[in-house]
């Protein structure tokens, strides 16, 4: 198979039809995208949709597969078997990068409704060594996932401009907050007029906000990027990052023994997932730059 000779041969036969990427698409059953991709020979079309994208363009199924147009011969038919075999590997893959998907997303829930729920949530004693490890799964499968993107993306559109500016802004307000308030209360200060019983409740609630926006934000980027094509960008690592500041300084408030302690607590805390963060939004722009696009 040559996926140029046949990506140009399916737009020959869509622009002599006079059909747009997207009536075609609808036509078919899939997205304008996914036949922008098949006539820019990044992708193959589905070997189910070969019968009909043939029929749709008055063009035999042969023609698609090898690119031009031809009688049918042997050729044909082994490359037909091939794509088949192809898309079957393709479809194992997908399943497996859904894996990778919702992992993330299972690792999240089952921190922040552990650390920031109910304290017999899931494990008893909770330690900081479980949630550690649960976000080092959950950056390491989301790596995973953007790798298997052709390279992180720089542009953006506008649903990831406001992702990316509402993860950061919730990473740096839930982070100042809880510096701000732990620091005022252990001078003598009580924040905000607030009762001293109050203080704690006020500012789980605060990480509980951080944490389910972030969380609502990634299930919807991850979404999008399967269902849409839509690139991989760097709020996804934000967004992880907010799920596990609220993660690691919910955890440490509920079990600090004093001020002074937890102030080293959540330094150390702080250092982890910026450094997590940051090796794996290296590691995802080396690996994505060397491999092939998913599609």
């Known amino acids: 198979m040559d996926k140029m000779k046949t990506g140009a041969l399916i737009k020959e036969a869509r622009i002599k039809k006079n059909y747009t990427q997207s009536e075609l698409g609808a036509l078919l059953g899939v997205s304008n995208k996914a036949v922008s991709r098949w006539e820019k020979g990044e992708s193959f079309p589905d070997v189910g949709l070969l019968e009909n994208l043939a029929t749709t363009l008055d063009l035999h199924i042969q023609d698609i597969v090898t690119g031009n147009k031809c009688s049918f011969d042997e050729t044909a038919l082994i490359e037909i078997v091939r794509a088949a ?4 590997r393709e479809n194992k893959r997908k399943i497996i990068r859904h894996c990778l998907q919702i992992l ?13 729920g109910n304290n017999s949530f899931i494990f008893d004693s909770k330690p900081v060594w479980v949630y550690l490890m649960l976000m080092i799964i959950t950056f390491g499968m989301t790596a995973l996932v953007c790798s298997s993107n052709k390279q992180l993306n720089t542009n953006s559109n506008k649903f990831s401009t406001i992702s990316k500016l509402i993860s950061t802004l919730t990473l740096i307000g839930s982070t100042l907050s809880t510096w701000i308030i732990m620091l005022k209360t252990a001078n003598g200060s009580i924040p905000f007029g607030m009762e001293p019983s109050s203080i704690g409740p006020f500012m ?3 990480l509980i906000f951080a944490f389910t926006v972030n969380l609502i934000l990634l299930i919807i980027q991850m979404y999008k990027y399967e269902k849409h094509d839509e690139a991989i960008h760097w709020g996804w690592f934000i967004s992880i990052a907010s799920i596990y500041i609220a993660t690691l300084y919910g955890d440490c408030m509920h079990n600090m023994n004093s001020f002074q302690g937890m102030t080293k607590d959540l330094i ?28």
């Open 85 to 88: 075999k192809l898309q079957q």
């Open 104 to 116: 993330p997303i299972i690792c999240c829930i089952i921190s922040g409704f552990s650390a920031l």
């Open 204 to 206: 789980n609630n605060i």
């Open 268 to 295: 150390i805390r702080t250092a982890i997932v910026a450094i997590v963060a940051g090796i794996s939004v290296i590691a995802t722009t080396i690996c994505s730059t060397s491999v092939l696009p998913r599609h």
